[in-house]
């Protein structure tokens, strides 16, 4: 793999070390479950239940419906074996690669008990929801093992969920067939409610209580919880909830609705229509529908992935707002006090995912209007920041890192124990190459106590302690809903007077302190009520593409400016990680391509101006 190939990767995040698994053994007595009886396996006081049916398979007439119920088996299944994960392209650099195959039929839920536990254990309940981007993920991946929870007392249960064109997809004939009653296009969403009411149903039998269920998630799966929040169809299926690096603001990818197209945000169903198109499918009614039924997953699918979604913007617009699932953004429900009045635990990374395009430090300092003054005090005071890391911190900020200050102060302000994190700590083994801190996602072994499955003979005895310390908060946390405990340092609860979170910090010590970035937090919350700034320009002022304006895709989409990239970058161009690039201008680029020196760049740029101009 080139230099630069192996740059690209590394944007998609970090290869998993698999640990070797432990011997199992088998489990003493079934579990009855509505569906019918399941058998476990044990290991390392650890009962696990893995690839239980919670819906039927989502195939031929119930692929695009809400899940139906499971069809009922006679005798005791062993489930020893994650089900199929769900229907995906996965990437190479994962930081949880999938540990199944994906395929259609996915509707899984997975268990882990504390050996011995009884029905009459009521245990804490802890639901993971993976992240993703709702195109990749599943609950097989070993950095999601739930045992570390189970020998703390608490069950942890992971459940598939529907992604990609499977999950989130409109069309006009589905709405007019309303087979569901309303429930229409966010069927990943619909697929967590039901594993939340599986739970709700089943867990009491495995010794846990369906009346203290904790639902977590990360990236997408926050973005998710955050959707189970404040949605009226979820509530009553937990009792507290915790978001890693979900926003807190908007909805996660965007305002974009089931029915109705707006200006440069079409439907859902319009995306659906144009995808059938593409597969040759004409007409919106009955026959289209049943064409786009017969199509095999591979082509509904279509190499959807992390790498490939931004090429797949016509075709595919993931979650929406569906007017029953979805109904609003989570800041206006938040702000209502309409969401699930639970105690909440809520916070982001210190190198968490942001995407800024700025042409220069100037014009990212004036998308905050009046606010530009304090914006540059508070992100580049002295002006040694690159524009890079300037573009990259104001963009996390907005999108992951603000956004929970800002939930945990709205439901303080309610009354709710509310508790806000910052995980700064990066493994030992990973410092020389995360200096900017703690990237996306890389906190989630942390959390679960898998971190020799994430780092195997790379661990060290810090890495292995802020691992169990971390954990600990989150089992308490589901627990009684305070992350504090015997032995951890305090964590206060959120008071927007005092403004303290708990900081996971590099050196592997949890410190509750006021925020150290406080003045970003400050100016980045006053410009949320902003009006949006205008989008920076994508050519030169004279009309052509530039280094330091064009996104890579628009030039990529260009055949001439594709040939003049196809001539100096040819690496890049044809790497198979591009499709997570497409939105950085090739200035950007150069913070993970260090072969994209100026010198090259002032040639690409002299070749592009050479082209015809577009005002």
């Not at 990360?218 to 404040?230: D, F, N, R």
């Not at 911190?393 to 907005?398: G, L, Q, S, V, Y």
């Not at 679960?448 to 310390?469: E, R």
């Not at 198979?576 to 950007?588: F, K, N």
Request: proline share 7%.
């Amino acid at each position: 793999m080139s230099a630069s190939r192996m740059a690209l990767a590394m944007v998609a995040g970090s290869a998993v070390t698999m640990s070797a698994l432990p011997v199992l053994a088998a489990a003493q007595a079934p579990v009855e479950t509505v569906y019918g009886a399941v058998k476990g396996v044990t290991a390392d006081g650890v009962e696990s239940f893995k690839g239980i049916r919670f819906a039927a398979p989502p195939l031929g007439e119930l692929r695009w419906r809400a899940p139906q119920p499971a069809p009922k088996w006679s005798g005791v299944k062993l489930a020893d074996t994650f089900g199929n994960d769900c229907m995906q392209t996965p990437f190479g650099g994962d930081a949880a690669p999938l540990g199944a195959k994906p395929a259609e039929d996915c509707l899984y839920v997975n268990v882990w008990r504390p050996a011995g536990a009884t029905k009459s254990a009521k245990l804490p309940v802890i639901f993971w929801i993976y992240g993703g981007g709702f195109v990749n993920g599943g609950s097989s991946p070993s950095v999601y093992d739930g045992s570390s929870f189970a020998r703390k007392g608490v069950i942890m249960v992971s459940a598939n969920y529907r992604l990609g064109r499977f999950g989130f997809f409109g069309f006009p004939q589905l709405t007019k067939d309303n087979k569901d009653n309303g429930l229409l296009g966010n069927y990943g969403y619909m697929d967590q409610i039901a594993a939340l009411k599986w739970v709700k149903a089943n867990i009491a039998a495995f010794g846990g209580d369906p009346d203290n269920v904790t639902i977590f998630g990360e990236s997408a799966g926050g973005g998710s919880v955050h959707t189970l929040m404040t949605s009226t169809q979820s509530q009553g299926l937990f009792a507290r909830a915790i978001v890693q690096s979900g926003g807190g603001r908007g909805n996660l990818m965007g305002n974009r609705t089931l029915s109705e197209d707006k200006p440069g945000l079409p439907s859902a169903e319009t995306l659906g229509v144009n995808f059938a198109r593409r597969k040759g499918i004409q007409g919106t009614g009955p026959e289209a529908l049943a064409a786009l039924r017969s199509l095999t997953a591979e082509d509904v699918n279509d190499g959807l992935g992390m790498m490939t979604m931004s090429q797949a913007t016509q075709t595919y617009g993931g979650p929406m707002v569906d007017g029953v699932i979805v109904s609003d953004s989570p800041q206006a429900v938040y702000e209502a006090g309409r969401q699930a009045k639970v105690p909440f635990m809520i916070g982001a990374v210190t190198a968490d995912i942001g995407f800024g395009f700025a042409p220069s430090k100037d014009a990212a300092f004036a998308a905050f209007g009046p606010l530009a003054d304090k914006a540059r005090a508070a992100y580049d005071p002295d002006g040694s920041k690159s524009l890079q890391q300037v573009n990259t911190e104001i963009a996390m900020d907005k999108t992951m890192v603000e956004p929970s200050r800002f939930v945990a102060a709205t439901l303080a302000a309610q009354g709710l124990p509310a508790y806000e994190f910052r995980f700064g700590y990066v493994a030992e083994s990973m410092k020389a190459e995360w200096k900017t801190g703690t990237p996306h996602a890389t906190e989630i072994p942390y959390v679960m106590n898998t971190v020799k499955a994430k780092y195997g003979d790379k661990l060290t005895a810090a890495d292995a302690k802020i691992a169990d310390q971390t954990n600990s908060y989150w089992a308490n946390f589901a627990k009684t809903g305070n992350p504090n405990g015997p032995g951890l340092p305090h964590w206060p609860a959120y008071d927007a007077a005092k403004d303290e979170l708990m900081l996971f910090t590099a050196e592997g010590v949890p410190v509750s302190q006021v925020d150290p970035w406080k003045a970003r937090m400050e100016v980045t919350a006053a410009a949320a009520s902003l009006p949006p700034a205008p989008p920076p320009p994508t050519r030169t002022a004279d009309g052509h593409f530039g280094s330091k304006v064009s996104p890579l895709g628009d030039m990529l989409d260009d055949a001439a400016a594709k040939a003049v990239l196809s001539k100096h970058i040819p690496d890049v161009v044809n790497s198979p990680q591009i499709g997570m690039a497409r939105g950085l201008t090739l200035l950007a680029l150069q913070a993970y391509i260090p072969s994209l020196t100026d010198a090259l760049l002032a040639k690409i740029d002299g070749d592009l101006a050479a082209l015809p101009a577009k005002k």
